[in-house]
């Protein structure tokens, strides 16, 4: 896994896109991506970038950025 | 699109800063924490009262790395602060951090708009998806003419109701102003505030009263500026205030690099010690001085005056007196001018007292400042 994948994975986790369970990444939809292009879409459409599923330029500049520590996505009393 | 989480069964809450930044003064951190607040209870009923106790509901602490939560900050840029839901509310700040106020330095990060974005969680709001929306997970750029998005506004009302006490107290908190309400100056901030200043104060006005909280210490808003100003006027987002010989400008809290400079330096012909000045939008700016005014091009503009010699203010202005205190102008193209306890109202299309059934002049005190 390309360092960008492997940050871009953690980032998504950390900030709700990713669930818990696709953790690892025996994960049968993490190894085929599947999961990992859906939670990438999200997060495209959450900042209102073109909706691509691939890890372009545009959104590893948008993952760069500084940002609130409170997770996007989830829905727990305690993001 | 706002989405929410829990509120709070009450709408007035309390705070308290635990741990304030390194390298901010702390009266500056209290100032920018409290108009950080400000933004949700300008739109709802919600009040934040700051407490010295520990006993609150929302504690504000600025800590490093790890600080017991479970979430770790990661020194400087990327995570910059999080908060927590009702009805726990408390908010970290990550102080590895470049906390500035108003407009700081490349890789700085502006404490109001943080802090604003924090307390939006604390009440709340989650992430907004307009992510050019104070809600917005990303961070954004100081912008002097801040305004809450109408999605978040949407979202805050949806929790808390919109904000029903829009009648101010009508007699401001400390009335020796209505005892004598002569002004130094009299001006619109950059912030579209309409601001009173006199002595070492300055007062927050609008729909003739004085807002609740003021007035406050003009030093505490405009760091470096002295007491009873002159003049002052907000010109494309900057703020220029004159005394004596000399002028300060100001981006929001901020003092230009430089300043205070010599009057003469700027704008030639220009006396000292003026009475007043007054930006009309237009090209020009005038500046008054006893019974003498001067029409001056706008600074975007070449340097030589329209008029080289000063014009008399009763021969240009019917109807106004000699030896003014304040000008300005209103969102409404409406001009002002005070004297005394006394104002007079330019008509926006003519330059004479505006002659409408209500004579001029009128008292400051009962119109403006809420006195009985």
């Known amino acids: ?79 | 699109k706002f989405n929410v989480g829990p509120k709070w069964p009450t709408k007035n809450l309390t705070y308290h800063i635990a741990s304030y930044p390194k390298f901010l003064r702390r009266e500056d951190v209290d100032v920018e924490i409290e108009r950080a607040f400000a933004v949700w209870s300008e739109v709802t009923d919600l009040t934040f009262t700051k407490k010295s106790s520990k006993k609150v509901d929302i504690e504000i602490r600025f800590e490093v790395g790890d600080h017991g939560d479970d979430d770790s900050f990661d020194g400087r840029g990327k995570i910059l602060a999080h908060a927590f839901l009702p009805t726990d509310g408390d908010v970290h700040f990550d102080d590895a951090e470049l906390w500035t106020i108003g407009i700081g330095p490349k890789n700085s990060t502006n404490l109001f708009v943080v802090a604003a974005h924090e307390f939006g969680h604390s009440l709340g709001l989650r992430h907004s998806n307009y992510y050019t929306a104070l809600m917005g997970p990303l961070y954004r750029e100081y912008d002097s003419n801040f305004k809450l998005h109408e999605d978040e506004k949407a979202g805050i009302q949806s929790l808390y109701g919109s904000k029903t006490t829009t009648t101010q107290p009508k007699v401001p908190l400390d009335d020796s102003i209505c005892t004598n309400p002569k002004m130094d100056t009299v001006f619109q901030s950059d912030q579209g505030e309409t601001i009173f200043f006199k002595g070492d104060k300055f007062y927050k006005v609008t729909d003739g009263s004085v807002v609740r909280g003021y007035p406050k210490l003009i030093s505490e808003r405009w760091p470096g500026l002295p007491s009873n100003i002159d003049a002052a006027l907000t010109l494309n987002k900057f703020t220029i205030f004159f005394k004596g010989n000399l002028l300060w400008c100001y981006l929001g809290r901020e003092m230009l690099f430089g300043f205070p400079q010599s009057i003469s330096f700027n704008f030639y012909f220009i006396p000292d010690h003026l009475d007043a000045v007054l930006y009309k939008g237009g090209n020009e700016i005038f500046f008054f001085k006893g019974s003498q005014f001067w029409a001056y091009p706008n600074p975007n503009q070449p340097l030589a005056p329209t008029m080289i010699s000063p014009g008399m203010i009763n021969q240009h202005w019917k109807g106004v007196p000699d030896n003014l205190d304040a000008a300005f102008m209103d969102s409404y193209g409406y001009t002002h001018l005070f004297k005394g306890d006394e104002y007079y109202r330019i008509d926006p299309m003519k330059f004479n007292v505006d002659l409408d059934q209500d004579a001029y002049p009128k008292p400051i005190g009962p119109i403006w400042l809420g006195c009985k």
């Open chain 1, 1 to 79: 896994v390309p360092i960008p994948l492997s940050q871009a994975k953690s980032y998504l986790e950390q900030y709700g896109y990713l669930t818990a369970s696709s953790k690892s990444l025996d994960d049968t939809s993490m190894r085929d991506g599947s999961s990992f292009v859906r939670a990438l879409r999200e997060f495209q459409e959450f900042m209102g970038l073109e909706v691509t599923g691939d890890l372009d330029a545009e959104t590893m500049r948008f993952m760069s950025m500084s940002r609130c520590g409170v997770r996007d996505r989830l829905d727990t009393d305690r993001l």
